[in-house]
T-cell receptor, first 116, second 115 residues
Framework: GENVEQHPSTLSVQEGDSAVIKCTYS??????FPWYKQELGKRPQLIID?????GEKKDQRIAVTLNKTAKHFSLHITETQPEDSAVYFC???????????????FGKGTLLTVNP | GAVVSQHPSWVICKSGTSVKIECRSL??????MFWYRQFPKQSLMLMAT?????????EQGVEKDKFLINHASLTLSTLTVTSAHPEDSSFYIC???????????FGQGTRLTVV
């Protein structure tokens, strides 16, 4: 089955700096890669996702890059703010015909702390 | 976005008792429900996948007789932790998907503490 590795496990940055979280996956058939933000005791929130037919996607301060050959993808947060502090999870899955009933395999998470 | 309502948000139960967790899709038909477990400071681990009207498919290492999943309708799925023990204490969360092409949505999660 799919195996997703995520690094680093913890990341501390100063407000305004950039943060980068990296993930690798094992199954070359995986074609959907979402990123989730989870605050303590709350549900994960989808913040950005990318499909295997694109190499990069950006949404304001958040961007995701995908290297299919190397089987790794990264989350980039620019101009970090204290409210960005949370646990971030990457995930990978195989989807069919744009369907959403897919099984996600999650990375172990990264605790991001943005210091004021 | 669509809403998945999960209840209870937290529960404390005695060892040996059973606990039922509900997930309801409020404004869409949840054809597939995924149930996850998350231990403190760890990732979400998939326990089982259920399609409406069918038996759930459990991940390796998850006891199907201990974690009973019912998905009898398109708007409700339940997870019952039977004969709960302290090691079952965890954060349980559902994730529902609807028709093909629709985004998947998480419930709020349930913090289970077995004493």
């Amino acid at each position: 089955g799919e195996n997703v590795e995520q690094h680093p496990s913890t990341l501390s940055v100063q407000e305004g700096d950039s943060a980068v979280i990296k993930c690798t996956y094992s199954d070359s058939a995986s074609n959907y890669f979402p990123w989730y933000k989870q605050e303590l005791g709350k549900r994960p929130q989808l913040i950005i996702d990318i499909r295997s037919n694109v190499g990069e996607k950006k949404d304001q301060r958040i961007a995701v890059t995908l290297n299919k050959t190397a089987k790794h993808f990264s989350l980039h947060i620019t101009e970090t703010q204290p409210e960005d502090s949370a646990v971030y999870f990457c995930a990978a899955s195989i989807t069919h015909s744009g369907g959403s009933n897919y099984k996600l395999t999650f990375g172990k998470g990264t605790l991001l702390t943005v210091n004021p | 976005g669509a809403v998945v309502s999960q209840h209870p948000s937290w529960v404390i139960c005695k060892s040996g008792t059973s606990v039922k967790i509900e997930c309801r899709s409020l404004d869409f038909q949840a054809t597939t429900m995924f149930w996850y477990r998350q231990f403190p400071k760890q990732s979400l681990m998939l326990m089982a996948t259920s399609n409406e009207g069918s038996k759930a498919t459990y991940e390796q290492g998850v006891e199907k007789d201990k974690f009973l999943i019912n998905h009898a309708s398109l708007t409700l799925s339940t997870l019952t932790v039977t004969s709960a023990h302290p090691e079952d204490s965890s954060f349980y969360i559902c994730r529902a998907t609807g028709t093909e092409g629709a985004e998947a949505f998480f419930g709020q999660g349930t913090r289970l503490t077995v004493v």
